[in-house]
């Protein structure tokens, strides 16, 4: 069955510096995603991405953060000078049509020291 | 804003009962999904309910949609240990709307 990949499983990244999360999503899906959980926490939407631009986002979204596709196949999230409440678990999604089908990743531990 | 609330948010039940989980959502909502989450693990799906009184089982699993009362239940039947694991609801809202908004969850324990 087809899998949203994601690297690293896990990152420890120092306060303040920059952290480059990956996602690979299934290979026909148009729409791609980054939620959040803190641990112990409901699952929060980040951002939305299709067509190559930003669709939709979440007022976590702010300009900490930024999202690419740089070649056709990997997804990213970048978050720039990292806090230590930036510490959760990501998870990338993906889904062939609008809202629907959506295929989560098994998602990067985040850690903030 | 849509709004997402499940219930309870702890369930310790044992072996052989019956139980539900409730979801109940603020707005408007074209389709609620369940998805089931080992500890430290990713999100698996287990049902996408697109329209009023829609009914879907798997195994000892069944979740049901009511978008008049803004509500889907997930249903357990016969609990066996390996449902433990906590289960989140999701909707979206209508008008093609991206984002799920997600439940609480419910983390369920089944005790032998």
């Known amino acids: 069955e087809p899998e949203v990949t994601q690297t690293p499983s896990h990152q420890v990244t120092q306060m303040g510096q920059e952290v480059i999360l990956r996602c690979v999503p299934i290979s026909n899906h148009l729409y791609f995603y980054w939620y959040r959980q803190i641990l112990g926490q409901k699952v929060e939407f980040l951002v939305s991405?299709?067509?190559?631009?930003?669709?939709?986002k979440s007022e976590i979204f702010d300009d900490q953060f930024s999202v690419e596709r740089p070649d056709g196949s990997n997804f990213t999230l970048k978050i720039r000078s990292t806090k230590l409440e930036d510490s959760a678990m990501y998870f990338c999604?993906?889904?062939?049509?609008?809202?629907?089908?959506?295929?989560f990743g098994s998602g990067t531990r985040l850690t903030i020291v | 804003e849509l709004k997402v609330e499940q219930n309870p948010l702890f369930l310790s039940m044992q072996e052989g009962k019956n139980y539900t989980i409730y979801c109940n959502y603020s707005t408007t909502s074209d389709r609620l999904y369940w998805y089931r989450q080992d500890p430290g693990k990713s999100l698996e799906s287990l049902f996408v309910l697109l329209s009023n009184g829609a009914v879907k089982q798997e195994g000892r699993l069944m979740a049901s949609l009511d978008t008049k009362a803004r509500l889907s239940t997930l249903h357990i039947t016969a609990a066996v240990h390996d449902l433990s694991a906590t289960y989140f609801c999701?909707?979206?809202?209508?008008?093609?709307?991206?984002?799920?908004?997600f439940g609480t969850g419910t983390r369920l324990t089944i005790i032998p």
């Open positions: 999604a993906s889904s062939e049509y609008r809202n629907y089908g959506y295929t």
């Open positions: 999701a909707a979206s809202s209508n008008f093609g709307n991206e984002k799920l908004t």
């Open positions: 991405f299709y067509n190559n631009e930003i669709s939709e």
